[in-house]
T-cell receptor, first 113, second 111 residues
Framework: DTAVSQTPKYLVTQMGNDKSIKCEQN?????MYWYKQDSKKFLKIMFS???????INETVPNRFSPKSPDKAHLNLHINSLELGDSAVYFC????????????FGPGTRLTVT | SQQGEEDPQALSIQEGENATMNCSYK?????LQWYRQNSGRGLVHLIL?????REKHSGRLRVTLDTSKKSSSLLITASRAADTASYFC???????????FGKGTSLLVTP
């Protein structure tokens, strides 16, 4: 009965590879997010989707492409991985925007070697 | 862009003591939220306070909000070892669809 799930939990890959992280929420929420947490624990919004439509696309390299096949899923595809992409990526959801609490997934620790 | 800034960066106390963390932000908000992150885990929502509220309680948590000073505080009373975690404040972004997080306060509660 996990609310927000992400797969995989750990991802180790080499520079130049393409990888995807999947996120699913079973809370019936309208809004989903991707955040990146760096080694200093700073959390930064990357993308936000509301009802499958892209709402926010912060200054993120276009190697990162989110895809929302339906309201319950928001996947993150990363092309041509670079060392600086190493971080923990969190998916989150909320009923409708940040006026409500957000529910976070357990995170995906990406290590690029 | 970063909105919240927590203070102190790190806090170490003994079980039973109170822990106070502060958060300052820069622009107008409609709510401010506090989250906890245990090591290696995702963030867990603790409390949300709206801009027209000054104080809110939830169990051992007490949050205050001063919109004139653009600051908030989180008080954890009677701390337990299980409270050891990082605590983040977060505010709504200008676009209204994401939270801007501070850098967090790392709390260590020793038995």
């Amino acid at each position: 009965d996990t609310a927000v799930s992400q797969t995989p939990k750990y991802l180790v890959t080499q520079m130049g590879n393409d990888k995807s992280i999947k996120c699913e929420q079973n809370l019936g929420h309208d809004t989903m997010y991707w955040y990146k947490q760096d080694s200093k624990k700073f959390l930064k919004i990357m993308f936000s989707y509301n009802n499958k439509e892209l709402i926010i696309n912060e200054t993120v390299p276009n190697r990162f492409s989110p895809k929302s096949p339906d309201k319950a899923h928001l996947n993150l595809h990363i092309n041509s991985l670079e060392l600086g992409d190493s971080a923990v990526y969190f998916c989150a959801s909320s009923p409708n925007g940040p006026a409500y609490e957000q529910y976070f997934g357990p995170g995906t620790r990406l290590t690029v070697t | 862009s970063q909105q919240g800034e927590e203070d102190p960066q790190a806090l170490s106390i003994q079980e039973g003591e109170n822990a106070t963390m502060n958060c300052s932000y820069k622009t107008s908000i409609n709510n401010l939220q506090w989250y906890r992150q245990n090591s290696g885990r995702g963030l867990v929502h603790l409390i949300l306070i709206r801009s027209n509220e000054r104080e809110k309680h939830s169990g051992r948590l007490r949050v205050t909000l001063d919109t004139s000073k653009k600051s908030s505080s989180l008080l954890i009373t009677a701390s337990r070892a299980a409270d050891t975690a990082s605590y983040f404040c977060a505010t709504g972004s200008n676009s209204g669809y994401a939270l801007n997080f501070g850098k967090g306060t790392s709390l260590l509660v020793t038995p």
